[in-house]
Each structure stands twice: as C-alpha cells, then as structure tokens.
C-alpha cells in the first residue's frame, strides 16, 4: 500500500532550510533557554517578558493617553498576566490579531500550612498543581520560587535553589528494598498527593537554657528551620497562610543529543509556545491590523481565577485600547473588534514517542524536527472540551504557512480513546473570533523536565511573525 503522501511530505527541517538559517536555529534556541531557566514561575515570566519588550521600545499602557499606530503598550494583571499591544494603522472594528499562549506549567504547591517535622526531618507539605505523574517529582532536586507577604506588611521574593551555592530541596520515594506492596500497585497509586512531602532540613534548635539539662528535650527541627526562614526573610510560620510558593525542578535548561538538537527543560508547555509568541511581536512596526500577544495563567487548572482567560482582563485591556483610540467604547464595538478578529491558541502538542508508539496514530502525529504543528481541534475522546476551527481559516492559514517558507505538520495529540487535552482555544472561540491551535511538539509532556527541538520552536516563531506580519483572511 502506499504510504500516505501527506504524511510523506512532512520531511525533517535540517534537511530542507539553509545553512545561515539553522545558525538562526540554534541561535533562537540560546535565548529561549535562557528565558525558561529564569521563568520557572508565571510571575518571573511576565517580569522577564517585561524587561524584554521595554527594550524595545514598548511602555505601559497609560489610561489617559491616546495611542496610535505604531505605538507599543502593554497591560500587566496581578504580576502573572501581560497583555502586549502594537496598534495598527487600520480601524481596529475591523479586528485585532492575537496569539495567546499560557505561562504556568505542573509544579508543587505549598499547602496553607505546610511545616512539620517527623522522623528526625523537617517537611513542607504540598498540593500539586496540573496534571501530573506524581511519581516523577520525587529524588530529583528542587528549587523553591514565590513570593510571600510578610510580618512587615512587604512582598518578599523566594528563589532558592537555583544558583550554584543554594541548597536544593528533595521529595523522598521508598527504597526499592522494601517496595514490595509499593511495586504492586498501578503508577498512579504507587506515589500519592500526600506523598509529596518536601525535605527541608534535619538539624533541631537547642534552646541555651536546656544545653546541658539531660532532663529536658529541648530540640525541635521546625523550630529551626523557622528561626532560620524568620532570619533571613523576616517571615514566620503563620505569613506561609497565602504565600505563593513554588517548588519546581532546579537547573537549568539543556543541549540533548550529540548534535545539540533538542533542549531539556522544565515548563516548556507552554513557554515555548508563549517565548515564540513573545519574540514574533517585538520587530514590527506599524502593521495594518492591531496585534496583541497574551501571556496568561492557570490554563492547566482550567484557566479559571483572576489571572486565568475565563477572568475579563483580556477584555478589559481590549476596551481600554478602543476607548483611546475613539474617545468611546460601546458593547455594539467590542463585538464588532472580537467577531472581526482572529487569533492563534498557540500551545504544545504531543510529539511521537518511538518508545510508545502504541498510543499514537502515526499518520495523524506530530513529530521532533518537522515543524510547527496546526491542530485544527483538541480535546478528549470524542472532541469534547475542543474548539474545532473553521475549514476556511485553518486551509487558508496553511497555505499561508507554506507559500512563506514556514515548515509545519498537522496532528492530533493521540488516539481518540486513549485520551486527550484541551486548550485556551475554547475561550477565545466564544468571541467569535476565529481560532486554531498552533505550536511545539513536546517529548514527556507535563513531566518536570521535558524535551523539544531547536527547529521546531524556531519554526514556530516564523509561524506566529509571518501571521502577524502578513497573514490576512483575503489570502486565496
């Protein structure tokens, strides 16, 4: 039987693009991965994404100021959202061009009251966050991010373990020598939520005045490892009731392979997607339509909260921009600017995993190294949860995407009935705007260090510009 021939035309990047632009390639890929080893949290993402685009010219939105075309604001939610903007030379009824990527990933949260001691140890208990295998995150190093309020009425910043001479922070996992009750269980139950208990120190306070009583057990392992947080952050045990504080893995990102294809990493759904999208905005001037790119969180919890897309500070900045731009806005114009509008949900994919090939439909995957991937619907099993994309916009982006050079592939992220995901496509479909799914084949998705290829994240970049730049629903 034939092969399929689409399937067939998805060659590998490096054996089509030039050599001056694979030096493109790995130079994008030197930057991204200086981007994900800082932004491990979505607060140090946006302030990072902040001081990338002030560089370039771009200043915070003023509520009394007019804008025009060409000028560059931004709007920032809570210290986890940013909404970027280039005003374009066109009536912006006539719609906007958005991509919107995520910029939280799976992680260990703290519990509102995480210390305790057990065992000759000092612990934090945790909440995890997004889908995870809760198994993955115990024996590798950790670092701990946030922030915390403390008794000073101040936000103090936490970020240890990431410089070379921070300690590290470890989840213990049972020794295979007494693992047997353990080993027959299924791999979801073999390590529980409330096994995720994070070591933070071992050795206990001695009070001065019981030094040398014997008759008095004056130790305490918490009691120490607060003096020593008291001591250096000015915070005590009761601030930990509505901090934010992360514990992710430590290190940074990673070269994999004898040719340095591929970056290891952690949070690369959906950073990578998110820095594409980041870059693709910040070199173009005066464009016909107006351009925003968002950066959003709480997309793997469902995007609900303040700083989730199901919040209106999309919509708010929307209506802010309109009203400087008209001295008014009304509901009628609004819905005019979003039903006239299109946008990418740029997000990660599964890529094929020649190690499980079972789960995959091979000739509707995604693959390492053959560009960004269009997905014209998500979700589980039958669809749900998805956002199918018009026919018209998704065949007129991809031969957009092809008559400008840009390498992609289109695909499903696996089996209809092994599962399935969903994205923030859904919440920008109910503008009415058009919509499709678009980015980076990921290896070990959702796990703490993930893989991706340099040339696909660059491709993807090429992807989110060339529709910023060019792309319009004219295109025949």
Known sequence: MEENKLLKDYKNIWEIIEESEAKEVFSFAERYKDFISYGKTERLCVKKAEEIIKEKGFKEFEPNKKVKP???????????????????????????????????????????????????????????????????????????????????????????????DDPVFYISDLLIHLAKDQMNKTLSEGVTGEN??????????????????????????????????????NFSEEDFVGAEIEAVPSGRAKDVGFDRSLVIGYGHDDRACSYAALESILDIDKPDKTLCVLLIDKEEIGSYGNTGLESNFFEYTLIEIINSLNGRVDLLTLRRVLNNSMAISADVTAAFDPTYPDVHDKKNSCFVNKGVAIKKYTGSRGKSGASDANAEFASKLRRFLSDNGVIWQAGELGKVDQGGGGTVAFLLARYNMEVIDMGVPVLSMHSPLEVIAKADIYMTYKAYKLFMEKFSLDFK
Do not use: M
Request: proline fraction near 5%; charge should be positive.
């Open 70 to 164: 060409g000028d560059k604001v931004y709007f920032k939610n809570k210290s986890k959202n940013i909404a970027i903007y280039i005003i374009g030379r066109e009536d912006i009824e006539k719609g906007i061009k958005l991509i919107a990527g995520h910029i939280d990933s799976p992680r260990i949260d703290l519990k509102p009251n995480p210390v305790y001691e057990d065992g000759g140890l000092c612990l934090f208990d945790t909440h995890y966050y997004g889908g995870i295998k809760k198994y993955q995150w115990t024996t590798i190093p950790l670092a701990l991010k946030g922030v915390i309020l403390n008794k000073d009425k101040n936000v103090v910043e936490i970020d240890i373990g990431e410089s070379e």
């Open 196 to 233: 995720l208990n994070i070591i933070v120190g071992s050795i206990p306070l001695k009070k001065p005045e019981e030094k040398n009583d014997k008759s008095k057990n004056g130790s305490s392992i918490k009691e120490n490892i607060l003096k020593i947080i008291n001591e250096k952050y």
